[in-house]
């Protein structure tokens, strides 16, 4: 775990980098449209694909220390053992969904490569969006595997 640990922040740090270009990119672009009435061409297309990575960049951190969102209104009056079996479960079909989104996200950079599909200002090639999008998505999922697997409390464990 220590290791999915490490990966996950690694995502974490790219993905606060990443925003933090997006904020710099509004930034120029906003004072230069406000002062000297230019802007940045394509500012909305590095933002969107910026954020489109950062988000899926930040998936793992969340998964690994237990981020998403528990409707526990059904089970709050449970046993603990109970509600960690519905943890386990949970985290399952959270991995099993992610390895999903992993595969049709391939297959989607793969079919954008192919085809050369790019944005309309910059002619950014969308297939790297894509293709940098996978890495996290099967990291969560081999997150949510292995906490599914061994539980929660093995965060500090092997």
Do not use: H
Not at 25 to 36: A, Q
């Amino acid at each position: 775990m220590k290791t999915l640990s490490f990966l996950a922040q690694a995502c974490a740090v790219i993905a606060g980098l990443l925003l933090t270009l997006v904020t710099l990119v509004t930034c120029v672009s906003l004072i230069g449209r406000n002062t000297t009435g230019s802007t940045l061409l394509g500012d909305y297309e590095l933002t969107a694909v910026a954020a489109g990575a950062a988000i899926t960049l930040f998936l793992p951190l969340c998964q690994y220390q237990q981020g998403n969102i528990i409707v526990d209104f059904f089970t709050s009056r449970m046993p603990a053992r109970i509600n960690a079996r519905f943890d386990r479960f949970g985290a399952l079909l959270l991995s099993l969904m992610l390895f999903l989104l992993a595969w049709r996200t391939g297959v989607g950079c793969i079919n954008a490569f192919q085809s050369q599909t790019t944005t309309m200002m910059l002619g950014f090639p969308e297939w790297i969006v894509y293709a940098a999008m996978v890495p996290p998505l099967v990291l969560t999922g081999v997150i949510g595997l292995a906490q599914c697997l061994f539980g929660f409390d093995a965060k500090d464990g092997a």
